[in-house]
């Protein structure tokens, strides 16, 4: 079972869940989503939740319809809604005993190199604290998620950024079918989708709700990404009460595999797409170290070549200019210049500033 396997997964709740179409909040809903959550944790699994809704109950306090609603209005109706949304969350987890915490992002946060590493990294200090992070798009600024609508891709993209396994897609269908099941009563549920082509996008249904501005397309965009990822994926009914458990315990929706492992994906995640933009020349015990998974740190570094900023793709290289491996580096190459050499204690002292201990992290590398 591939959510039983999974070590980190993402659940992403659409506006559907949260509010009815008499623009009622389903509290009860939500009050069994946390107790699902909670077994999730008491597993030992590291959870995050995308969830939209900004938007609906900002609708909801306003008292307005989100039809025909425009870019501008809808930008500030969804910062008045996050209050709203943070305050629902807070108020029904808080009796499940469960910490959150929240993190806006955009599209654009999750595809920039250097603000990917930075997200990652808060989500892994945000589990090191035991608190669940909330992910919402950030409507009040961004136009493209407001246009497209449900964070089906922006979930994607947080699943990619934060090395989790698995992708959980909560909605108001059970999966993808053959037809479109309100008008077909014979269509029939697809389980397991090894490869999205023509025959499965000819599936894709282009019904929504009010709530809602996304539909199944946006789905099988987010599992291409997903697959590419080495990240599996389900589309499942979250309108069921307990609806992880229903997933585990029935299976009942529809997983999207991956094309690759997710080690092979970050991997080609971390050297593909742009060319290094610098070398670090290391000492013979750094190189004993990389060999051994550890990070790379100012310590074993000798010199620096080329100018680069933090986030940036380099080589790493011994004396006689042989490549050992490559990586996303932690600081630019005026940093390095200043703290190679030192001790990771001495970083802030020489730096100004409280920053990382590594120049480049054990899981932002790759030995070639």
């Known amino acids: 079972m591939y959510l039983n396997n999974s070590k980190q997964i993402v659940i992403k709740i659409g506006s559907s869940l949260l509010i009815d179409d008499k623009k009622n909040i389903r509290k009860k809903w939500l009050l069994d989503f946390a107790k699902d959550i909670r077994e999730l944790i008491k597993n030992k699994k590291r959870v995050i939740i995308v969830s ?11 008292n307005i319809s989100k039809k025909n609603l425009k870019l501008d209005k809808s ?13 629902l969350f807070n108020e029904i987890f ?25 997200a990652k990294r808060t989500f ?10 909330l992910v919402n798009e950030n409507d009040s600024i961004a136009t493209s998620e407001i246009k497209y609508g449900d964070n089906d891709r922006l979930a994607s993209r947080v699943a990619q950024i934060s090395g989790s396994d698995c992708l959980i897609l909560l909605s108001d269908v059970d999966g993808l079918f053959d037809k479109n099941p309100k008008l077909n009563k014979n269509a029939k549920l697809i389980n397991n989708v090894e490869e999205i082509n023509k025959n499965i996008e000819k599936y894709i249904s282009k019904n929504i709700s009010e709530h809602g501005t996304g539909g ?5 965009e987010a599992a291409k990404i997903c697959q590419i990822s080495g990240c599996y994926m389900a589309i499942a009914n979250g309108l069921i009460n307990r609806p992880i458990k229903n997933i585990i315990e029935n299976n009942n929706c529809t997983w999207f595999l991956p094309k690759v492992s997710k080690l092979d994906a970050r991997k080609k995640w971390i050297i593909s797409s ?15 170290a990389l060999k051994k998974g550890k990070s790379l740190l100012a310590a074993g570094i000798k010199s620096v070549n080329g100018k680069f900023n933090k986030g940036d793709h380099v080589k790493i290289l011994d004396k006689n200019m042989n490549e050992h491996a490559r990586g996303l580096s932690s600081f630019n190459s005026d940093e390095i210049l200043r703290i190679k050499g030192h001790h990771s204690s001495k970083i802030s002292e020489i730096l100004g500033y409280i920053s990382k201990s590594e120049v480049i992290h054990k899981d932002d590398m790759v030995e070639v």
Do not use: H, W, Y
């Open 52 to 62: 939209s809704g900004a938007i609906a109950l900002g609708c909801k306090k306003l």
């Open 75 to 87: 930008q500030a109706v969804a910062s008045i809604g996050q209050i709203e949304l943070m305050n």
């Open 94 to 118: 808080e009796k499940s005993k469960l910490n959150l915490s929240q993190i806006l992002l955009t599209l654009e946060d999750t595809e920039i190199r250097r603000r990917a590493i930075n």
């Open 124 to 133: 892994d200090n945000l589990f090191d604290l035991g608190f669940i992070p």
């Open 216 to 220: 199944m397309k946006t789905k099988i």
């Open 274 to 288: 742009i060319s290094p933009k610098g070398e670090l020349i290391i000492d013979e015990g750094a190189i004993q």
